[in-house]
């Protein structure tokens, strides 16, 4: 069976309503980064970050997963697909998609402040100031903030090696080490970019860019997968 890696970002959701990051209008527009995406933000005002990933949470309750998100779960038929997602929504999953490795981190679990490795699944139930874990430590979103080492990243770049067909979507490629595991790709794996906006991927031999929006532009990539 021949191997799919799939790396995608904030755009494959944004079809389903849920804003990326760098877009105008994007989250990072109207919030800023180490305020409630970095490890400093929390220590300086933990409530601001739990009240922004509460509201994150709420959001990712009432959307559904899109055309894109569906399509990719299709694969599976035909592919030992393993889906890398940036995302901290739970689309792919609810798309039908089996093997999810998320790099940031997963917006319906908890992590305790006193063990990295306790996490608990939550849910779409906020997390409050004194929700703590068995041993007292307060709770906090499963979230890789920015300042905070990336423990799926050695998985994924190692799966991503053995690729025989590598698709990128959605993603602005601006944040690494998730931007550099495309590098990690065999020279002879076929390589797919969807994203309707030009991202730097510069240097990657033999890209094939597809330069649409990922609820039109996944669907026909999976099909013609499908008949190959
Ligand atoms: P960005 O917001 O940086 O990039 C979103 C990408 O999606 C852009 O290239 C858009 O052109 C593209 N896009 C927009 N609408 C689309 C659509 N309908 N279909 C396909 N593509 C579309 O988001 P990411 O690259 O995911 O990390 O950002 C990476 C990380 O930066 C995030 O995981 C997050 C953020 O800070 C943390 O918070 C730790």
Request: glycine share 8%; with cysteine; hydrophobic share 40%.
């Amino acid at each position: 069976m021949k191997k799919i890696v799939i790396l995608t970002g904030a755009g494959i959701s944004a079809e389903s309503g849920i804003s990326t990051f760098r877009d105008s209008d994007g989250l990072w527009e109207n919030y800023r980064v180490e305020e409630v995406a970095s490890i400093e933000g929390w220590y300086a005002n933990p409530k601001l970050m739990l009240d922004f990933y509460n509201e994150r949470r709420r959001q990712v309750e009432k959307v559904q997963p899109n055309a894109a998100h569906k399509a990719l779960a299709l694969l599976e038929q035909k592919y030992d697909v393993t889906v890398i997602t940036q995302n901290i929504d739970n689309l792919h999953e609810r798309g039908g998609s089996s093997k999810v490795i998320h790099l940031h981190g997963e917006i319906t679990k908890a992590q305790s402040t006193g063990d990295p490795f306790w996490t608990r699944d939550i849910g779409y139930n906020d997390l409050h100031i004194g929700d703590c874990d068995d041993h007292g430590y307060q709770l906090r979103p499963f979230i890789v903030w920015f300042g905070e080492a990336v423990p799926e990243i050695e998985r994924a770049a190692k799966i991503t090696t053995s690729a025989d067909i590598l698709i990128i979507i959605g993603t602005s490629l601006a944040v690494y080490p998730a931007a550099g595991l495309m590098n990690y790709a065999p020279q002879n794996c076929v390589k797919y970019l969807i994203d309707p906006k030009a991202v730097p991927a510069g240097g990657i031999a033999h890209l094939n860019i597809i330069r649409e929006k990922a609820g039109k532009g996944v669907p026909e990539l999976v099909d013609k997968l499908m008949n190959e």
